[in-house]
């Protein structure tokens, strides 16, 4: 959906995950990011432009042995307009969208996807709509991924895993192919949380 050199990441975290991919078993909500129970926390906050490009994984913060390029990034109205042309997920309230890929030798891959929302009841629709549509398909097995998000639902197929999770306004999707065990899926997702939560404070996960 990204056009030109964006092909290589919306097909593993995009084309496979959502087109290919179904019937995940929910895998709990968190609370896990972060702020007292009950209180205001930042990533309930939407998150700008910025703090999006920050969330999402790059170059420089791939593991030892993985190789990145940089994240692609849309936001206002070219994201709106890439969200109409994906149709998978709730479009309304859409104000960024971003992904990223990793690799690690042939076929070992782990794609990154946020889109990010603007209030946490657009960000629950967005995961509840991209669920829905994947369990449309079938063949899936359910997988259990605790990475502390406040919502999440994860599946394998083959070789690929993928979880979709809620962090308070966005919604990000990790998906994985052939993933060894030291960098299994719920390890990436775990990272990706992290990154959300601390480009919510307003700290640079990079830093």
Known sequence: ?????????????????????????????????????????????????????????????????WHGGEPLVAQGGEAQEQCQLTARWSCAGVTAQASSEYSHGADVDAGFTLIAYDSVDNAKVGLKTLVADNHDKGGLKPLTVEAGAD???????????????????????????????DHDLTSFAKFQVERITTAATGKNPDA
Do not use: H
């Open 1 to 65: 959906m990204f056009g030109g050199a964006r092909g290589a990441v919306i097909g593993l975290a995009l084309v496979v995950a959502l087109a290919g991919c179904s019937n995940g078993g929910d895998s709990g909500s968190g609370g896990g990011t972060g702020g007292s129970k009950g209180g205001a926390r930042p990533v309930d906050s939407p998150l700008n432009p910025s703090q999006v490009a920050q969330a999402i994984p790059g170059k420089i913060a791939a593991p030892q042995g």
């Open 151 to 181: 919502e999440s639902d994860a599946y394998s197929k083959e070789e690929f895993g993928v979880v979709a999770m809620r962090v308070g306004t966005v919604v990000a999707m990790v998906v994985g192919q052939s993933l060894p065990a």
